[in-house]
């Protein structure tokens, strides 16, 4: 029989299901309280999706399928393991990382954002990262002081 009508791993095979490592950023990893249990948790849902692969029994489409919950495994794994818990603010004087901040933008609109870490960080769902431009121009200011950010003015309203 010719080796072409045979079912063998390949060295092709097996490097079609390396995935790259998704990226870690270089700067520190704070997390809220909330943020660290949700990195848990996205680790332990990666755990049991690779787990759940472990079924398959035909040896590539266990690779093909194991592969993005081996990557995800990796990644929450790493950054559970380089958190750093930032407890919450006790003064809420001065913008800092976990406050809570409503501003008013030159244009009129008025825009509210918790400031996160880089996981948690949801602009839809009203949550920023603390690396992000808009976070950094307004951290150490308090109500009333001004920053511009991409050709606008704003006004930083409340803080909580």
């Given at each position: 029989?010719?080796?072409?009508?045979?079912?063998?791993?390949?060295?092709?095979?097996?490097?079609?299901?390396?995935?790259?490592?998704?990226?870690?950023?270089?700067?520190?990893?704070l997390?809220?309280e909330?943020?660290?249990?949700?990195?848990?948790?996205?680790l332990?849902?990666?755990?049991e999706?690779?787990d759940?692969?472990?079924?398959?029994?035909?040896?590539?489409?266990?690779?093909?399928q194991?592969?993005?919950?081996l990557?995800?495994?990796?990644?929450?794994?790493a950054?559970?393991?380089?958190?750093?818990v930032v407890?919450?603010?006790?003064?809420?004087?001065?913008?800092?990382?976990?406050?809570?901040?409503?501003?008013s933008r030159?244009?009129?609109?008025?825009?509210?954002?918790?400031i996160?870490?880089?996981?948690?960080?949801?602009?839809?769902a009203g949550?920023?990262?603390y690396?992000s431009?808009?976070?950094?121009l307004?951290?150490?200011?308090?109500?009333?002081?001004?920053?511009?950010?991409?050709?606008?003015?704003?006004?930083?309203?409340?803080?909580?």
């Open positions: 029989m010719s080796v072409a009508f045979t079912k063998e791993e390949s060295s092709e095979t097996a490097s079609e299901t390396l995935l790259p490592e998704r990226p870690i950023s270089p700067h520190p990893n997390v809220t909330a943020g660290l249990k949700a990195l848990e948790l996205q332990q849902q990666a755990r999706a690779y759940a692969t472990s079924t398959i029994e035909d040896v590539n489409e266990r690779r093909r194991a592969a993005s919950p990557r995800d495994t990796r990644y929450f794994a950054r559970v393991r380089t958190a750093q407890p919450e603010q006790t003064s809420i004087g001065t913008v800092a990382f976990g406050s809570t901040v409503t501003f030159s244009d009129g609109r008025v825009q509210m954002y918790r996160v870490g880089e996981d948690e960080a949801d602009p839809k949550s920023i990262s690396v431009p808009v976070a950094r307004l951290m150490g200011k308090v109500v009333g002081d001004v920053v511009s950010a991409g050709g606008q003015e704003l006004e930083i309203i409340t803080i909580s």
